[in-house]
């Protein structure tokens, strides 16, 4: 169906469930952290852990989710896995919403818009 005017077809249901699932496991600032931080480059938990500031087990379970989600794979090197986000929209969606906001947050002076209960 497209919208009036606008040239675009609207996405199906199963890809607006799809992408409010991705958005859905994006919402928490831990995992965001996490896939910020595998967009700058790959890294094992333990070094995911140090840099987002978290306890091992749980970035090791917010990688597991985000691992079934699709959003970040892993590989074996040795006795460690490396973690990395394989999907190049992935990454810009973060690094736009991310660079955005902290953009926004950084020429007012104000805190950037809180979006909670909508």
């Known amino acids: 169906m497209a919208a009036a005017g606008s040239g675009f077809e609207d996405p199906s249901a199963d890809v607006l469930a799809d992408a409010a699932a991705a958005f859905g496991l994006l919402a928490s600032p ?3 952290h996490i896939v ?3 967009a700058q480059g790959e890294s094992d938990v333990t070094g995911l852990a140090e840099r ?3 306890a ?12 079934l989600a699709g959003l970040v794979r892993s590989r074996r090197e040795g006795r460690r896995q490396v973690y990395f ?5 992935v990454v810009d969606v ?3 919403a991310v660079t955005r906001i902290g953009a926004r947050a950084a020429r007012t002076d ?3 818009p809180r979006l909670r209960g909508l």
């Open 30 to 32: 831990a995992r965001l």
């Open 85 to 89: 986000v394989d999907d190049p929209d």
């Open 56 to 67: 091992l087990p749980a970035v090791s379970q917010h990688l597991t989710k985000l691992k």
């Open 52 to 54: 987002v500031g978290g």
């Open 94 to 96: 973060v690094r736009l």
């Open 110 to 112: 104000l805190p950037a």
């Open 36 to 38: 910020w931080a595998l």
